[in-house]
C-alpha cells in the first residue's frame, strides 16, 4: 500500500480520542484512592502501589507495542489497547483483595502501554506532514481526559462509591473503543517489516540520545505532579482551593502549549522549538518555586511553566520518528514513551528522597523540575534535525 501523504484530519481527530482514556483512569484512581485505602485497608506504600504498577507495566510494555504497531497495524495494536485498559480497571473496581487489584491494574498497566505508542505512531501516518500538530492533538486528548476523569469519578464516587468510578471508566472505554473501531481508516493494514529486526532498525544514536531526553523532560511533569499541591499548601500556604486553581491552571496551559509549539515545529523544525521553550522553562520553573508567592503571581507563574514544557513528549516523538527509519514509528514511539513511563515511577520518588534528606522542599522541586528541563535542552542540542519530507 502506498504511503499516504495527505493529512486526514477527521480521522485523526477520531484516533486522538483514543488518549482520553488513559488519563481518565490515571484520575479515576487518584481522586478514588482515599476510599479504595479504606475498603481494603491499605498502608501510604501499598497505595502508592497501585500508581507505581501501571506505569512499570507500561514502561515495559511501549517497547514492545511500538514493535507490535509496526508489524501488525497501529489500529490493531490500539484497540487491544484501550479495551485491554477498559476490562482492567473496570475489573480492578470489583477486586475485593490488595494482591488481585494490583494484578488487575498490571492488566491495565499493559493496555495502557500499548495504546499510546500505537497511537502516536497512527497520528504521524494521518498526518505525516503535520506530525508536530498531530501529536500534540494526543496530548490534548489526555490532558482533556484527566480533567473528565477527575470531575465525573469525584460525582460518582460522592453518590455511589468507588467501585462504581471504575465501572463507569471501563465502560467509558469499551465505548471509545467501538468508535476508534468503526471512525479510524487504517492507513496500513499489515507492515512488511520483520518484527525481529524492527528495534535495530529504530534504536539509533539520536533515538538513544532523544529517549533519555524525555526521561528527563518527562520526570519535571511527574515530580511536579506529585508534590507541587504539597509545595504549594505547605510552603507557598495556599488554601486548598487556590491549590486547586493553580494546578488547574498548571494543567490546562500545556494543552495551549501543545498546540501552538506542535504547530510551529512543523514550520520551523522540532529542535528548535524544544531548544527556545526548555530553558526558559528552566528559568521560569527556578522563579516560581524560589520568587513567587501570591497567587495571582504563581498562577502566571505555572501558567507560562505549563505552556512551554508542552515539547515533551510530542515533540520528542514526532522528532525521533523522523530520526528513524520510515517504518519504524512504532517502535521509536514505544522507545520514547518506555522512557516516559520510566520517569513516572522514578521522579516522585526521587522528589521525596530529596524532601527526606534536605527538608527543603523548594530547593527540591528546583532540582527536579528547573535542572532537568536543562539537561533536556542540552541533550537535544546535540541531535541533528532530519526534517520530515513535505514538511512545511
Not at 133 to 138: C, T
Not at 235 to 255: D, F, H, N, Y
Amino acid at each position: 500500500m502506498p504511503k499516504q501523504t495527505k493529512a486526514d484530519w477527521p480521522t485523526a481527530l477520531i484516533a486522538a480520542a483514543a488518549n482520553l482514556l488513559p488519563s481518565m483512569v490515571v484520575a479515576t484512581l487518584g481522586i478514588a484512592l482515599p476510599e479504595v485505602r479504606q475498603t481494603l485497608l491499605l498502608s501510604e506504600i501499598e497505595a502508592g502501589g497501585l500508581f507505581s504498577v501501571i506505569f512499570v507495566v507500561a514502561a515495559v510494555s511501549s517497547a514492545v507495542a511500538g514493535r507490535l504497531a509496526d508489524k501488525i497495524g497501529r489500529k490493531t495494536v490500539l484497540l487491544i489497547g484501550i479495551s485491554t485498559v477498559s476490562v482492567g480497571f473496570a475489573l480492578a473496581g470489583l477486586s475485593r483483595a490488595y494482591p488481585l487489584m494490583l494484578v488487575l491494574l498490571a492488566i491495565t498497566g499493559l493496555g495502557y502501554g500499548f495504546t499510546t505508542p500505537s497511537l502516536y505512531a497512527l497520528m504521524s501516518d494521518l498526518v505525516p506532514a503535520r506530525k508536530g500538530l498531530g501529536a500534540s492533538l494526543v496530548s490534548v486528548a489526555y490532558a482533556i481526559g484527566g480533567s473528565l476523569g477527575a470531575i465525573v469519578s469525584s460525582a460518582i464516587i460522592a453518590r455511589t462509591g468507588w467501585r462504581a468510578a471504575f465501572l463507569t471508566a471501563g465502560a467509558f472505554g469499551i465505548m471509545i473503543t467501538a468508535v476508534e473501531m468503526i471512525g479510524v481508516r487504517v492507513v496500513f493494514k499489515k507492515r512488511p517489516t520483520d518484527l525481529g529486526r524492527s528495534f535495530p532498525r529504530a534504536l539509533n544514536r539520536s533515538v538513544i540520545v532523544l529517549a533519555l531526553a524525555e526521561f528527563f523532560g518527562g520526570s519535571v511533569f511527574w515530580s511536579s505532579a506529585s508534590w507541587t499541591p504539597t509545595v504549594l499548601r505547605t510552603v507557598k500556604e495556599l488554601s486548598l482551593r487556590e491549590t486547586g486553581l493553580v494546578m488547574g491552571v498548571w494543567a490546562l496551559t500545556p494543552m495551549v502549549g501543545g498546540i501552538l509549539l506542535g504547530g510551529l515545529s512543523d514550520r520551523v523544525g522540532r529542535r528548535v522549538v524544544i531548544l527556545w521553550s526548555a530553558f526558559p522553562a528552566a528559568a521560569i520553573a527556578y522563579v516560581v518555586y524560589e520568587w513567587l508567592a501570591s497567587l495571582g503571581s504563581l498562577a502566571i507563574g505555572f501558567g507560562l511553566f505549563g505552556f512551554l514544557k508542552a515539547t515533551a513528549p510530542t515533540l520528542i516523538i514526532a522528532l525521533a520518528q523522523e530520526s528513524a527509519a520510515a517504518d519504524s514509528a512504532g517502535t521509536t514511539s514505544g522507545i520514547i514513551l518506555s522512557m516516559h513511563y520510566a520517569a513516572a515511577v522514578v521522579a516522585p520518588l526521587v522528589a521525596a528522597q530529596l524532601i527526606a534528606s534536605t527538608g527543603d522542599m523548594i530547593l527540591t522541586m528546583v532540582l527536579t523540575a528547573a535542572l532537568p528541563l536543562v539537561v533536556y535542552g542540552c541533550l537535544i542540542a546535540t541531535i541533528k534535525e532530519k526534517r520530515a519530507a513535505g514538511a512545511a
